[in-house]
C-alpha cells in the first residue's frame, strides 16, 4: 500500500469523528424543600440524553480513528 493510499485512509477515519462541540450541562441533582425534584429532572432528561448521544458517538469515531492510526503503524493491510 502506497503512502498516498495510507495518508487517505487516515484522512477518511479522522473525517468521520464529529466536531468536538459537546454539549456541556451541570448534573447537580435539583432539589425541593431537600428532596429530589423529580419534575425538574423530567424537563432535563431530553437535554441528558442529547448530551450522552453526542458523547458517545464522538467517542465511537474517536475510537475507530485510533485504530485506524494503530493498525496503520503495525503495517497492517486493513486500515480503515
Do not use: C, Q, W
Amino acid at each position: 500500500m502506497s503512502e498516498a493510499e495510507n495518508i487517505e485512509r487516515v484522512t477518511n477515519a479522522l473525517r468521520k469523528v464529529p466536531e468536538k462541540h459537546l454539549l456541556i450541562i451541570e448534573l447537580n441533582v435539583p432539589l425541593k424543600d431537600g428532596e429530589i425534584d423529580y419534575e425538574k429532572l423530567r424537563d432535563i432528561r431530553p437535554e441528558v440524553e442529547l448530551a450522552i448521544a453526542e458523547a458517545m458517538a464522538y467517542g465511537a469515531f474517536t475510537l475507530i480513528a485510533v485504530d485506524t492510526l494503530k493498525n496503520l503503524i503495525a503495517g497492517k493491510s486493513d486500515v480503515g
